[in-house]
């Protein structure tokens, strides 16, 4: 080996060593201090070696690009560092400096960063760090990282109060519990990020009442229109004024007639009866609607203003529990559903065709003429006998546009569902709406889980749940 590596070293520097001094040669390769020279060299040799491969593996990692995932303030996060995918397997040591800040930690043994960041802003990690072969007292090496954690957009959005003053002004939000005969009513409606951050109104509204001496119940739930200036106007003598037309006008004597005609009908269903029914619920809801649509032009006539400007959905509900089951008479105009699921949850209903369309033209109100002209009038009112059912709910589209999508997806079960386990807890925010707990406390909760994050959806949202 030494005498390969001599040659080697000659031959590099034009020395030959000629046969007649080969002898001679071979002394001068025994020669102790000879050997010891090349096992000197040898060893530096390879000190040079694993000096540029140490210092080129440094500049390596330096130059890596290394991307931590943005993180959101107030959102848990959790990133797990791929060693093997970063090829730091031959990392002897490992910290992360700069976190302390953001709410974020690392976990060594896991090589986790979890937490659930405090603040938003772009932070420089520093990434602490030995590679096998250095010795543990020196000093770690050093390599910045930018890890962006992003405002909570909840936060980007003022909460400017609406002006109090106004002579149309009603809360922001509103949440109540109420007890309905042998059920019970939740509903929640709330000023949409929309209206809050530029101090506007809650154009949403509902109504309702229970009769007590009779067991009717009246339920109310109407959507003012964003681009109408007096909505939040319309929307409230909508509501109102359908519960006080129940008040006055759902009289003794025609309460005794649908006694009469439901009476004839459990004991013998047919065609008559059932036309009979359709027709009660044709003349008397829609004498309702059409008192309403007769107050909101009249109030625009007062406050000199086009009627247009009080563009509002109307959806409602008569319910009465009977021998025979629970009678549900319904009406709506607008893009506000009325849904009613069964009592062992394998089937939802729909009491109401929606009138929607692929802008917001395709919704109509209440407000508008042309609706009580239509040969399509007939189609927005609905009749229901059921023995029993687990929910009755009315909402504006601030609901169902984020949890529901599209039109197709309030027919289907497996949709209701999720809604009813968001409403449980399932979701992002893991906010809790306790059905089974008939309480104010619940309305509350109700009002707290209006506050979920929809991207895109900021509208009023107003929901009425009948348990």
Not at 88 to 93: A, T
Not at 181 to 189: K, N, V
Request: glycine residues 6%.
């Amino acid at each position: 080996m030494d005498k390969s590596f001599i040659q080697e070293l000659f031959k590099a520097n034009n020395i030959t060593v000629g046969t007649n001094r080969q002898h001679l040669f071979d002394a001068f390769v025994n020669e102790e201090k000879n050997r010891l020279a090349v096992k000197l060299i040898m060893e530096n040799k390879k000190l040079l070696m694993d000096t540029w491969q140490f210092k080129n593996r440094l500049a390596d990692i330096q130059q890596q690009p290394v991307s931590i995932p943005n993180a959101t303030a107030g959102k848990p996060y959790e990133v797990k560092l791929d060693f093997a995918q970063l090829n730091w397997n031959d990392f002897s040591y490992f910290h992360i400096e700069g976190l302390e800040e953001s709410g974020l930690q690392y976990d060594p043994e896991t090589k986790v960063i979890r937490g659930t960041p405090v603040k938003s802003g772009d932070f420089k990690l520093t990434l602490k760090y030995r590679i096998n072969g250095e010795d543990e007292a020196s000093a770690p090496n050093e390599k910045k990282v930018p890890l962006v954690i992003n405002p909570n957009p909840k936060s980007l959005w003022k909460n400017m109060e609406s002006d109090k003053n106004d002579p149309y002004w009603k809360e922001d939000n509103v949440a109540i519990y109420a007890p309905l005969g042998d059920r019970h009513l939740l509903a929640a409606s709330k000023r949409g990020r929309s209206h809050a951050n530029t101090g506007g109104f809650r154009e949403d509204d509902f109504a309702f009442k229970h009769f007590t001496d009779t067991g009717w119940s009246v339920l109310v739930v109407s959507d003012g229109a964003g681009s109408a200036r007096l909505s939040r106007a319309g929307s409230r003598i909508a509501c109102n004024g359908i519960v006080e037309y129940f008040e006055q006008h759902f009289t003794p004597e025609l309460r005794s007639t649908f006694d009469a005609l439901i009476a004839t009908h459990t004991a013998a269903p047919g065609d008559k009866t059932q036309k009979e029914l359709t027709r009660f619920v044709y003349d008397n809801l829609g004498k309702a609607a059409f008192t309403i649509h007769k107050k909101l032009e009249e109030f625009a006539a007062t406050a000199a203003a086009p009627v247009k400007d009080l563009h509002s959905t109307l959806i409602f509900v008569l319910l009465k529990k009977y021998e025979s089951g629970y009678v549900i008479m319904s009406f709506g105009v607008g893009d506000c559903p009325i849904a009613l699921i069964n009592k062992d949850f394998s089937d939802i209903a729909l009491l109401n065709r929606l009138d929607v369309g692929e802008f917001s033209g395709g919704t109509r109100f209440i407000t508008m003429q042309e609706i009580f002209k239509s040969d399509t009038f007939a189609t927005r009112f609905g009749f229901r006998l059921v023995p029993d059912f687990s929910y009755l709910m009315l909402m504006t589209d601030g609901i169902y546009d984020p949890k529901f999508e599209v039109e197709a997806n309030l027919e289907k079960l497996t949709e209701w569902k999720a809604l009813l386990e968001d409403l449980g807890g399932k979701n992002d925010d893991n906010v809790k709406v306790d059905l089974a707990s008939h309480t104010t406390e619940t309305a509350n909760q109700l009002s707290a889980w209006m506050d979920f994050w929809s991207p895109g959806n900021h509208d009023d949202r107003t929901l009425m749940i009948i348990s």
